[in-house]
């Protein structure tokens, strides 16, 4: 089973700010992975997949790197409406595996 | 419209039974995997497994193998996640979501809006 370590699991930011949020993956991945964000009371809504492709519709703020075992989401100027639960996903070879979550805060 | 929708919420007791559905609608049922995910109250989200409907093809966690099954009926685009005997530690809110690629089981694109399962004495 592949495990996926998310941190940090709270980050505190303000408006404006750039915010980075890191995955790392017990195994390979080869860049099967996706970022979510949940806001309370919703379904998660799919923002990156295959580490660094930009889900259509989501703003071009969010930008996904990484290959191998470790991942990064980083938001480029945090805007009001990002302030919610980031979530990574590794789908390697018809299994699935999330990260524990990061709340992204106001500060 | 392509969307998923799901049963309403349920409240049962410890050792009862219970099946929750997911309907899809809008896109070709068959030709995209399905998958469940757990959310308990607080927590964050756990992959439970996932199955294609064009064939029955059913994967599951580890961590779920055994304690719930998953199944399909394709002839009314309808997928399911099922207990046979509930545990407290079942209380959650289940959500189902498509891969976001046909006939291969990758990142989930579509999402239902979730179910919520409370089991209490």
């Known amino acids: 089973d592949i495990q996926m370590t998310q941190s940090p699991s709270t980050l505190s930011a303000s408006v404006g700010d750039r915010v980075t949020i890191t995955c790392r993956a017990s195994?390979?991945?080869?860049?099967?992975l996706a970022w979510y964000q949940q806001k309370p009371g919703k379904a998660p809504k799919l923002l990156i997949y295959k580490a660094s492709v930009l889900e259509s519709g989501v703003p071009s703020r969010f930008s996904g790197s990484g290959s191998g075992t470790e991942f990064t989401l980083t938001i480029s100027t945090l805007q009001p409406d990002d302030f919610a639960t980031y979530y990574c996903h590794q789908y390697q070879g018809y299994s699935g595996t999330f990260g524990q979550g990061t709340k992204v805060e106001i500060k | 419209e392509e969307q998923l929708v799901q049963s309403g919420a349920d409240v049962k007791k410890p050792g009862e039974s219970l099946k929750i559905s997911c309907q899809g609608s809008?896109?070709?049922?068959?030709?995209?995997?399905i998958g469940w995910v757990r959310q308990m109250p607080g927590k964050g989200l756990e992959w439970m497994g996932i199955?294609?409907?064009?064939?029955?093809?059913?994967r599951y966690s580890p961590s779920f193998q055994g304690q719930v099954t998953i199944s399909v009926d394709k002839s009314i685009t309808t997928a399911y996640l099922q207990w046979s005997s509930l545990k407290a530690s079942d209380t959650a809110t289940y959500y189902c979501?498509?891969?976001?690629?046909?006939?291969?089981?990758?990142?989930?694109?579509?999402w239902g809006r979730g179910t919520l399962v409370t089991v209490s004495s």
């Open positions: 199955i294609y409907p064009g064939d029955s093809d059913t």
């Open positions: 195994q390979t991945l080869n860049s099967w």
């Open positions: 979501a498509r891969s976001g690629v046909p006939r291969t089981a990758e990142y989930l694109d579509l």
């Open positions: 809008g896109y070709s049922f068959t030709n995209y995997w």
